[in-house]
């Protein structure tokens, strides 16, 4: 029979292929090749050893994570709620936005989401008092709106390469940590931003001191994603890999959709969505990225929507590495305040509290939380640890413009019709079974915030086998063996659930992967690779000419199957 791993496991459960790998006193060199192979899928995890690990939500860093409230291993496959967020966001204490915490708060609330993270700017200013003086605005934002998560982080410059969020857990001890990781490892506070391997190993430290952190029970939980990572070309892909090696606790993903939607209908700049609009790579920039990956796709950061591209060759690894979808909110298209007159931010490390402008600001580029890009993640309850766990567990799908209203995705054995490994989870299968993925989709049938109802026409299924050695080099960016193995025309159905249903190959016996795309399907074009990998996917954005509410998609996370061997 298969296993759900909605429970635990003894070693009595475990086939004998995964018992042997588990078992560390048995040496390399006397496993067979299957048993080699599953045991390199639990090390790439960072499973040590023990069954345990079959009745969690599968081989990802989640395993190695004991900390208090996060993650019950007999539970790790229960998603009790969806809760839509935003993890990259600006406020009057960031030296190029504007708002106040409670006018980013209210509006993410208003727009539909449950969490968010104010990510104000590593600087100068930031590290030196902005950090501190924003957390009495958080706490009086989290008191006044009780139902909504109102998480405090920064925007990193990461050391020699390009933003990411970094977030903690509410506490005593959120400022002190935050504010000592501004000052010893942001780019920008040491003057760390060329790209050299003293700089990068400066973020690789940067990593792992929050590790610590948590370790120390200084804070709960803390996370790292990378943020707009193809804008500029920073992130080489070592950098990447040695960022979610440093502690795959702590450095989970990036933005597989950059915020700044609106930018390519801003007025007077000929820019593209995200403001990704580079004409010529910097002298810091990864030589190895083509010009191509300098503009978005569909909307979506290169790296991402580029099917067998850079993230499927993380994914190829057998090591998780989750996207996320945000607003980098700073000044919001059409919005009619200002910053407050008399601000001297180099001074305060504030601007003065927003004002009234009496006109429209067309020349912005961003939306507010919510209203265009949303983060679903599933978690286990409803709190900041179990949002944290859930991200960290890859329980995320991400949507622009509200394009369908809900989405649940397993792997289970074929004529189940309830249980499997969700989202972000690994299936971890005793013997050779027949395996099949169920998509359920909850069509929209309510207007987004441009009012109307978005059409969901077509989903792809991306299939990739994984090489748990991973790559010789650590700047690969390909998958070769990923690709779109099913399409769904989905434009015939008009409301309710759609369930999509695929069967895998009986004789799959190698570690793979699976994750979807959804589209309204009026841009598409094959993919960066070609046709053969990917016939229809999002098109390449044009500058001043990509209105981003008739392109729409959603992306989910991938789930992990290791089959059982003949």
């Known amino acids: 029979m298969g296993h759900d791993h909605s429970h635990s496991h003894s070693h009595a459960d475990v086939d004998d292929t995964s018992a042997a790998a588990m078992d560390l006193s048995v040496p390399d060199s006397d496993l067979s090749p299957a048993q080699m192979t599953r045991r390199q899928v639990f090390r790439a995890a960072g499973v040590v050893g ?71 700017h590593g600087s100068v200013e930031h590290a030196r ?31 020699g390469a390009e933003h990411g969020t970094v977030f903690v857990q509410p506490g005593p001890n959120e400022v002190a940590v935050l504010k000592e990781f501004e000052n010893n490892y942001d780019g920008r506070v040491r003057g760390a931003t060329a790209s050299t391997p003293a700089n990068e190993a400066l973020a690789v430290a940067g990593i792992q001191w929050l590790g610590q952190q948590v370790d120390q029970r200084r804070v709960r939980d803390a996370l790292f ?21 440093a502690d795959p606790r702590i450095a989970v993903g990036w933005e597989g959709a950059p915020g700044h939607q609106a930018a390519a209908l801003s007025e007077g700049a000929a ?84 004002v009234y402008a009496g006109q429209s600001d067309t020349a912005a580029g961003d939306y507010w939380p919510g209203f265009y890009s949303r983060t679903h993640v599933g978690a286990r309850r409803a709190s900041y640890a179990g949002i944290m766990a859930g991200i960290r567990d890859g329980k995320i799908w991400v949507d622009h413009g509200r394009l369908v209203k809900g989405l649940d995705m397993r792997v289970r054995r074929a004529g189940r019709t309830r249980g499997g490994t969700p989202l972000g989870g690994t299936l971890v299968t005793e013997r050779p079974e027949r395996l099949e993925l169920s998509v359920k989709i909850e069509l929209q049938n309510f207007p987004n915030w441009a009012g109307f109802v978005p059409k969901l026409n077509r989903v792809d299924l991306i299939l990739g086998t994984i090489d748990v050695n991973g790559p010789a080099d650590r700047d690969t960016q390909t998958a070769p063996n990923t690709r779109v193995v099913q399409s769904w025309d989905t434009s015939t159905y008009t409301s309710g659930v759609v369930e999509l249903t695929y069967a895998f190959d009986a004789d799959m016996t190698e570690p793979f992967y699976v994750r979807v795309r959804g589209t309204d399907a009026n841009f598409s074009q094959p993919g960066y690779l070609g046709a053969a990998i990917d016939p229809a996917g999002p098109k390449l954005d044009v500058l001043g000419d990509a209105d981003p509410w008739i392109d729409l998609w959603f992306y989910t996370n991938p789930i992990f199957v290791v089959p059982g061997h003949h």
């Open 271 to 354: 820019s593209g969505r995200g403001f990704y609009a580079a004409a010529t790579p910097s002298a810091n920039a990864f030589p190895g990225y083509p010009l191509e990956s300098y503009r978005t796709w569909g909307g979506f950061d290169f790296y991402t929507s580029t099917v067998g591209g850079l993230w499927d060759s993380l994914l190829a690894e057998g090591k998780p590495w989750s996207i996320s979808a945000n607003s980098d909110s700073h000044s919001n298209y059409t919005f009619t305040s200002t910053r407050g007159p008399g601000s001297d931010f180099p001074t305060n490390g504030f601007y003065n509290d927003p």
């Open 50 to 120: 023990g069954a345990a690990a079959l009745g969690m939500t599968g081989v990802t860093p989640a395993m190695a994570h004991d900390g208090p409230e996060m993650h019950n291993r007999r539970t790790d496959n229960t998603i009790e709620a969806w809760l839509a967020g935003d993890h990259h966001i600006h406020t009057q204490y960031s030296s190029d936005a504007i708002y106040a915490v409670a006018d980013q708060a209210q509006h993410a609330k208003a727009y539909g989401l449950d969490w968010l993270v104010i990510t104000d």
């Open 225 to 245: 994603l990378a943020n707009h990572p193809a804008r500029q070309g920073l992130d080489s892909p070592h950098e990447v890999r040695a960022w979610r090696d």
């Open 129 to 159: 008092i902005g950090v501190d003086l924003v957390n009495p605005d958080i706490v009086a934002a989290r008191e006044e709106l009780e139902d909504t998560y109102i998480f405090q982080g920064l925007e990193w410059n990461i050391p």
